[in-house]
């Protein structure tokens, strides 16, 4: 029997995924003082970069979306990769803040949108159904995991050389590790490798209904359910960036050592990986609602305990179920997705979705760090948090996903 391809998509999303998002989001963490020392600014200035990189994002994900359903994938993903490592290695060059927004933001902000979550995703989606939460939690896995290897690695590099030499190397290695795979591996369906969904033939996969009308903005902006989609997932992406970019400097402004904050990360964000396989497989066999809603109810929890608590045991125990709880909001966003709007319209939508979402995304560091401002404690903003949660909540009970693409019925 052939091999199954789509395990190897699986692979290369994993490892896409792990390089993309590793260096152009949680890493940042790690640059947020040494670039305030270094442009003679403030912390929510230098945040602003990430606000900019959302709203970039948010700007072209209806283009990529529609792109990454009618163009060639190799081409799209090798702009990707250019914009990404163009960015990174011109950044040790800046001596100003506007040069920080155009590469960071700017150019880095473009390579995660070509990528990252849309092509990945579109390439899961097509290569399974059945198996879908399994595969997109798998793959997904890169992206967290990314922050519990590359935080620790790059903290190293920014102690022992500079946080210059570490934007060389990283740029440097994101180009050598992505630009073969890219070439030799990436396949966007099965028919263009003669396979099927699941690697099962036409006669034993189940019928399925495919939304073929094209998805616009104002269409997708009008739908009551991806309101609701957005209204659930929004609060706890906005929480992802208030609480996991500020813990290394929360944790040092406690007192503890900058090696102490990475291990807290390291582990925030190991739990947050172990999470996505975890849920997405959850998600193929119990009520993908009830997935959502434990993954919510666990990123309240660490807040809470976040809030509560000061010593470095509880702090890593605050860590440990934020991180169980957030990591499952990717792939069960995904899977939501697709389960309530099929295959044929996926791209498309979550295209138009992104921006949507982009008031959650680009708000949760410059939200904190402007309370820590106004403050001298990010408390107040993990305060705040928690009503967000309850929106979510609410909004996901509101929430029914109809069957598509012989998904079970939730």
Known sequence: MPLFYGWVIVAFTFIVQFVTVGLGYYAFSLYLKPLTETLGTERFWVALALMIQAIVIAALSPLAGKLYTTQPIKPLLFIGLASLGLGLLLMPQIDALWQLYV???????????????????????????????????????GITISATILVPAVTWIVMNYDWQTAFAITGTAAIGILAPLIHFLA?????EKNQYPDGVTPLETLASVEDTEE???????????????????????????????????????????????????????????????????????????????AAIAMQAGGVLLLIEMTSYSTLLLAGFLFGLGYGGVAPLWAILLATRFGRGAFAQ?????????????????????FIFGLYGSYLPAY??????????????TFLKLEPNNGAAQV
């Open 215 to 293: 998805w616009t903005f104002l269409r997708a902006v009008k739908n009551r359910d991806i309101w609701l989609i957005t209204l659930t997932i929004g609060p706890c992406y906005l929480s992802i960036a208030a609480i996991v970019i500020t813990m290394p400097s929360h944790f040092t402004d406690l007192g503890f050592s900058a090696m102490d904050a990475a291990y807290a990360v390291s582990l925030t964000t190991l739990m947050g990986a172990i999470a996505k396989p975890l849920m997405g497989t959850l998600s193929d066999h119990f009520n993908k609602k009830f997935v959502m809603a």
């Open 349 to 369: 939508i979550m295209g138009h979705n992104m921006p949507m979402l982009t008031p959650f995304t680009m708000s949760g560091l410059p939200f904190a760090t």
């Open 187 to 191: 396949v966007r369906s099965p028919a």
């Open 103 to 141: 590469l960071f933001g700017g150019l880095v902000g473009i390579g995660v949108v070509f990528l990252g979550t849309i092509p990945c995703n579109v390439m899961l989606a097509n290569w399974f159904e059945k198996r879908r939460g399994a595969a997109m939690g798998i793959s997904q896995f």
């Open 383 to 396: 305060m705040t948090l928690l009503a967000g949660f309850a929106v979510a909540a609410v909004a996901l």
